[in-house]
């Protein structure tokens, strides 16, 4: 079975991407002829081949380690957790969270989980949920954005919000079918009740922006921020390529001195009370 398994992702991928045997062959500067027999299964691939072939793919480095496991190698880019990654780039992330006071930022999972986050992040998590008590732990921005209990009902742009949510997971899904955990993140945000029945359905047809705006209103308190995403390049292992760093910029001066004085020593004092 492990034999026939390597065959079937190279010719899986090669057809996602589109491509002929004679187009992946001219690409990857191998012959057509051994590419063929790589894809039945008549030749077995190199180590280095595997590579060659699944990066010109495209194929996120998850799936380029599982290529190799299916070839009968080791895989090659480390995936460690979090607190394990190299001092040099958690030092950064940490550096980034900090500097960036005092405007939410938070780095989170490819499947939507909160894994860091900074005191502004927090405290405007916390000004903005219905019942605190609801908060799943660690937290994860589709149930903040889709429970009632949560977020959702001081999103005054939900609609747009929640769209866009929905169809970068539809498009990460089909770049990454082969991992669970964002099946199981669009199959959890289309659980909700009011979720429209069209979103279930990927449109491709939409453009991904790359930075997005919410806005947040809660009895007389009205926030709104521009959130933009930035990925590591040319990572070099699966964790640091999964991780999305969100930064929130205020969209206006209300929002900016708000922000600046939540965080102030002593300053934040929870949620509203009424007015649920």
Known sequence: MQ??????????????????????????????????????GRAKPSPEMVLRLFSVLRAPLRAQNQALRAAGFSPHYPEPGLDALPPAIGAALQQMLAEHEPYPLTVVGLDGRILQ?????????????????????????????????????????????????????????LERPEDPRLADALARALAYL????????????????PALTVRLQREALQVGFLVTVTIFSAPQQVTLDELRIESCYPLDEVTRAWCRQQIAPGSFEGPPKEGR
């Open 194 to 209: 009011g979720v429209p029945n069209v979103w279930r359905r990927p449109d491709l047809s939409q453009e991904i922006s």
């Open 117 to 173: 986050a900074n005191t502004a992040a927090r405290v405007l998590f916390g000004a903005f949920l219905r019942d605190p008590n609801k908060l799943p732990d660690p937290p994860d921005m589709i149930s903040l954005t889709f429970d009632p209990d949560l977020m959702r009902p001081f999103l005054s742009n939900w609609e747009e919000v929640a769209h866009g949510m929905v169809a970068r997971l539809h498009r990460e899904h």
């Open 3 to 40: 034999g026939h398994l390597f065959p079937a992702l190279l010719k899986y991928w090669r057809g996602k991407r589109g491509l002929s045997q004679l187009d992946l062959a001219t690409e990857a500067e191998v012959s057509s002829r051994h590419l063929s027999f790589l894809e039945s």
